[in-house]
C-alpha cells in the first residue's frame, strides 16, 4: 500500500503542475494539457475523491514504510495546489460578471445543477432535442453531416448559434466540444447547430472553412424548418474551432472560400471564438530550432500542405488576425507586419460583427498572448470586441461540465442578449417547428465544386 499510495501522490502531482503553470516546451505540450485539463476542469471532483481515496489507503497501511509518507506529501501539497485552482475557477464568473457590467444590464446566474458536478461528462438534456446526422453537403460522408439542437418544447424564428468543433484541424467531431452551451442555449430558446468537417491530412486548408461555410449556407436554406431564423446566426467554436469561427465571421462571402457557392451570404451577426488560434504562422512556427521545430513543421504541414520555412502564404492566409480589416491608411497586423499580402487586407471597409472573445491564462496549446493580440487588433480596426481572460483555465475549458464552464456558458448567454434584437429574444413554447429533414445542399449549385 505505501507503494500505492506513492504513486497517487505522484499522479496528483502531474495533473496539478500543470495546472498551475503554462508548460510550453514542445516535449510536455500535450502531456501538459492533458493533465493540467483534466486537473482543472476537475478539481471539484478530485477535491471530493482523493481524500477518501487517500484515507482508505492509509487504514490499509499506507504509511507502513516511507514511500507512502512521500506520497502523503505530494498528495497533500497537490490538494492545496487543487483548491488554488478551484478559488481561481470561481473567479471566472467574477470575471464575466465585470467584463459585461456595463454591456448587459439585468445578469442573473443560476447555481450549477448537481448532476453535472457529479457526472461532468453527462450531456444528455430533457428538454433539448437533437436531431441528428443531416447531411448538409455531399462528397465527404459523415464529415458533411450536421446535428440540429432546439427546444423540446419547440421554437419559432430562434436566433441561431453555430458550434465548430476543435482538435487541431486533424481530429474531432460534432459531438465532442460545445455540448453543455448548445444545451444551455436550447433550453433558453435557442436553435444551435453542430458541424462536421473534413479534417486534415485528407484535405488542406483551406478545405476546413469551405466546409463551415457549406454548413452555413444550409442554415441559411433549412434552418426555419427547424424554428431558427436564418438572418441571425452567431458562430463559435474552440481551438480549431475557435478559429474557423473567427475566419467565418472576417471572410463574409468572399469567393476564395466559397467555390460553386459565391451567392450564398455567410456573413454572421457576432463571433465566438474561445482560445482559438489568431496567428497560425506564429503558432506554427513557435519552435526556433532543433527537433521541436521540424515536429511543428511536420504538423503544419498536414493542414497547410507546406511547412512555414517553404510557403509562409497558407499560415499567412489562414491567420484570422491577417483578415481584420481597417481603413486603408491604418499599419497592417503587428504579429504579421511585413508578410501580410494585400488582397488580405482588401475590402477595408466592409464591417466587421461583434466579437466575445474567451481565452485562459494557463493555455499552453494556444498562448494567451495570441488572444490578447487578436483583440488589440480588432479594437484598432474599431470593432465591438469584449474581451474575458480567465486566470488559471486551461485550454478546452469548456468541453466537459466544471466551474470554467459553468461561468463561460452564462456569460455567453449574457453576451447574446446584448446583440439580439429584442423581436429575436428566445422564448421557448412556441408552435412546434416541422420535424422533417430536408436534403443537403444541391450539389450541382454548392458543393460539387468544393475541393475534395
Not at 133 to 154: C, E, K, Q, S
Not at 280 to 294: K, M, Q, S, Y
Not at 424 to 445: C, E, F, K, N
Request: net charge positive; hydrophobic share 45%.
Amino acid at each position: 500500500m505505501p507503494w500505492v499510495l506513492l504513486a497517487a501522490g505522484v499522479v496528483l502531482a502531474l495533473m496539478t503542475v500543470p495546472a498551475l503553470h503554462s508548460v510550453q516546451h514542445w516535449t510536455l505540450l500535450f502531456p501538459a494539457f492533458a493533465l493540467s485539463w483534466l486537473g482543472t476542469g476537475m478539481a471539484g471532483w478530485w477535491l471530493v475523491l482523493v481524500p477518501a481515496v487517500t484515507i482508505a489507503l492509509i487504514a490499509a497501511g499506507g504509511l507502513a514504510e516511507w514511500p507512502g509518507w512521500v506520497g502523503l506529501v505530494l498528495v497533500v501539497l497537490s490538494m492545496a495546489g487543487l483548491i488554488r485552482q478551484a478559488l481561481e475557477a470561481r473567479k471566472g464568473a467574477a470575471e464575466f460578471d465585470r467584463v459585461l457590467a456595463a454591456r448587459v444590464a439585468e445578469r442573473a446566474r443560476a447555481p450549477r445543477g448537481t448532476r453535472s458536478m457529479v457526472l461532468p461528462w453527462s450531456m444528455r438534456d430533457v428538454d433539448v432535442e437533437r436531431i441528428k446526422n443531416l447531411r448538409y453537403a455531399d462528397g465527404a460522408g459523415r464529415r458533411h453531416l450536421l446535428d440540429v439542437y432546439r427546444p423540446r418544447t419547440g421554437c419559432a424564428r430562434a436566433p441561431v448559434v453555430l458550434q465548430i468543433h476543435g482538435g487541431g484541424w486533424t481530429i474531432g467531431t460534432k459531438d465532442t466540444q460545445g455540448r453543455p452551451l448548445m444545451n444551455s442555449l436550447a433550453r433558453a430558446g435557442w436553435v444551435c447547430v453542430a458541424a462536421n468537417y473534413r479534417l486534415s491530412p485528407r484535405v488542406k486548408w483551406p478545405d476546413h472553412l469551405i466546409d463551415v461555410k457549406l454548413a452555413l449556407a444550409w442554415i441559411r436554406e433549412h434552418i426555419a424548418e427547424y424554428g431558427g431564423d436564418p438572418d441571425h446566426i452567431i458562430v463559435t467554436g474552440g481551438s480549431a474551432g475557435g478559429h474557423l469561427a473567427a475566419m467565418v465571421a472576417l471572410t463574409p462571402n468572399d469567393p476564395r472560400y466559397q467555390p460553386g457557392f459565391e451567392h450564398v451570404d455567410t456573413s454572421v451577426a457576432g463571433a465566438i471564438p474561445m482560445y482559438g488560434a489568431y496567428d497560425l504562422a506564429e503558432i506554427f512556427g513557435r519552435f526556433d530550432r532543433g527537433l521541436g521545430r521540424r515536429i511543428a513543421g511536420w504538423i503544419g504541414s498536414l493542414v497547410m500542405g507546406t511547412t512555414p520555412e517553404r510557403d509562409l502564404g497558407p499560415y499567412v492566409d489562414a491567420s484570422p488576425v491577417a483578415h481584420i480589416r481597417r481603413d486603408i491608411s491604418s499599419p497592417p497586423s503587428r504579429s504579421l507586419a511585413g508578410r501580410v499580402p494585400a488582397a488580405a487586407l482588401r475590402d477595408a471597409r466592409r464591417s466587421i460583427p461583434p466579437f466575445l472573445v474567451v481565452h485562459g491564462t494557463i493555455d499552453n496549446l494556444v498562448p494567451v498572448a495570441q488572444a490578447r493580440r487578436f483583440v488589440a487588433e480588432l479594437r484598432d480596426a474599431g470593432t465591438d470586441v469584449t474581451y474575458v481572460e480567465l486566470v488559471g483555465a486551461p485550454h478546452a475549458f469548456d468541453v466537459f461540465h466544471s466551474t470554467w464552464e459553468h461561468a463561460s456558458t452564462t456569460g455567453i448567454e449574457w453576451w447574446l442578449s446584448s446583440i439580439v434584437p429584442p423581436t429575436l429574444a428566445p422564448s421557448t413554447g412556441a408552435s412546434r417547428s416541422s420535424g422533417a429533414v430536408p436534403g443537403a445542399i444541391d450539389p450541382t449549385t454548392m458543393a460539387r465544386t468544393a475541393p475534395s
